[in-house]
């Protein structure tokens, strides 16, 4: 089987397309006469598994439907050449000088990639502008200098190598005889630079609300990215709420420029930066004015995740980067306009074009993009963009919560912290309820006592859930109060906090509700919960306030209003008092003291520290304190 096809003829008749997977096939629009077909790096088992293709061709169709897309792939031309004098392939040279054509024509082609070697390189190598050659940035492959291809084209007697994986034109000349070629959907081939794609305008703003975000800080940030010529925008959800019409609580922006020449660019202008952390994944955080903190993170594209960490590969190209976004909504970036524009406060909204309507649809939507499901299965947590757009509980979208289900491996591999912090904000906002129970209602895996993505319980109370959920809606209640209300017992607490991390406060909080949220028979209603305030363990201001969670999760609207205005008397008595009096130390100090409270709280909290002092011979018979003298 010959690997690299000798095709003689016009260049100008020929398609030559790869990375069908990420990048699709030939389309309508493409104007070639002859269309022939290299594999890319993604047209593997492995990677066809990763990026949720192999997921819904099966869902689609059949697995046997699959491994048919897997066989095809096995038998592709690694490479084309072209009258002899030009060789086409999707990635790269070799991390040998001696590669000749007759060896690339000799690889026993079909199977897998294999993780070196030449078939392996053909496919992920990178050009770099330093002779010689370094390991590759993506794990396999090699990167490849100048003079590695002109040694590569002398021996091979070749005119040029085109390769069809990079994906900006940056950096070309210094390959002088290695043309990159990016081949995109609607696109004709062409064996010279393509035109640029240019993001869809969709609107001007000139609202109060975007007026508003333009500080001295922001309006200096943008105009050190236009001085050294890299594009900035305002991006994801600020784009969304000032679509809204409202004023985002943070600015998040991208840009083209990496993160090195971002912090060449802030040093040279002596702008301290902040964060180091965020760069591995093109997030620089300057300091502007020293004052304010701005995120900026360059246009990427995910690689691979495992739902906690991403490899991320950096582009130039905002479509691409909108692409990989989860929801629509988030897909949208804000120019800033950096001359006039940025006077009159003017900005160009540019969006994938599924995402138009959206905002204004109130709606939520997928981006389109299956495999954005399984590099961010964050995907499914993130109802509450829902909860915080749209104006009625139900209307999700369909192959959205398919989407969820049929990547449910992918979600169990969400980091604890991440579900809570998702989780939180969907049970303080519009819709918990519904949205929750939409959440639990996806098939996520086999029954195993509990949900095995946000490991709350296989059989929550959602009767309860429901009546709770009707008594605090209209209040500013806790996450963790309406949450709570799933649980049956203290044991599914504990269970849900191995699987999310729940800060100290919030696991107590949650026991504290279970422990305490039916009904106290007394005469006096207030008693109750004010003796779990005298006599408790931890912070008095941590007990009161959990005591008001309970009211707003009992509906208890009268008894909320007099604690809150109940002020903490002092308790006359102390333990050096008790001990003067004949009671032993240690822990049965605490027993007397919390007996004295209640004998106090019956008096109204009126009885003096006499008056309790002579209640100690009692009290200790009752407990069966031996007295000291």
Known sequence: MQLSSEHQGSTAL?????????????????????????????????????????????????????????????????????????????????????????EIRKIDRNRQP?????????????????????????????????????????????????RSHEITWAKQNCLPSAVPLFFKRNRSFAASKPVPREDPVIMKLDSPEFKSIFTPELTKLATIFKEYGYEIRIAGGAVRDLLLKQKPKDLDFATTATPEQMKEMFSAEEIRMINVNGEKHGTVTPRINDSVNFEVTTLRID????????????????????????????????????????????????????????????????NGMPENIKLKPAHDVRKRFYGRIAQDPDKHEEKTLQ?????????????????????????????????????????????????????????????????????????????????????????????FHSRVKLSAYERDLGLFILANREDKPSIKPLRPYQMLVLTTKVKVSDTRKWVEEVFKYRGNAELLQQFMEWEIPKFPVSGHMLKENGVPGGKRIGLVLNKLKEHWADSDFTASSEDLLKQIPTILSELDIPITR
């Open 303 to 366: 690689v691979r995740t495992d739902g906690r960490h991403a490899e991320v590969e950096f582009t130039t190209d905002w479509k691409l980067d909108a692409n990989r976004r989860d929801l629509t909504i988030n897909s949208m970036f804000l120019e800033v306009k950096q001359n006039a524009g940025i006077g009159s406060r003017e900005g160009n909204i540019g969006w994938h074009p599924n995402c138009i309507n959206d905002p204004f649809k109130k709606q939520i939507a997928s």
């Open 403 to 495: 989407s969820i289900q049929d990547n449910a491996d992918g979600l169990k591999r969400i980091s604890g912290e991440r579900i809570w912090t998702e989780l939180q904000q969907i049970l303080e906002g519009n819709f918990a309820c519904e949205l929750v129970k939409t959440m639990l209602s996806l098939d996520l895996g086999p029954p195993i006592g509990v949900d095995v993505f946000t490991g709350l319980p296989e059989n929550p109370n959602l009767v309860e859930f429901d009546k709770v959920w009707q008594r605090v809606k209209h209040l500013k209640y806790h996450s963790m109060t309406l949450l709570s209300a799933l649980f049956r017992n203290q044991e599914e607490v504990m269970t």
């Open 114 to 162: 294999p993780e070196d070697g030449v078939m392996c390189e053909l496919l992920w190598s990178d050009p770099q502008e330093q002779p010689g050659r370094a390991p590759s940035k993506r794990g396999v492959g090699v990167q490849f200098g100048p003079d590695v291809t002109e040694k590569f084209v002398e021996l091979n007697k070749l005119d040029y190598i085109i």
């Open 14 to 102: 020929l398609g030559i397309r790869s990375s069908h997977i990420t990048r699709g096939f030939i389309s309508p629009g493409d104007s070639a006469l002859a269309s022939f077909r290299n594999p890319g790096n993604h047209e593997s088992q492995t990677m066809n598994q990763m990026y949720g293709f192999e997921g819904e061709v099966k869902s689609k169709y059949t697995a046997q439907m699959s491994e048919l897309f897997t066989e095809v792939y096995n038998w592709l031309p690694l490479a084309h050449c072209l009258n002899s004098r030009v060789l086409v392939m999707h990635g790269g040279l070799f991390s040998r000088d001696d590669v000749t054509l007759d």
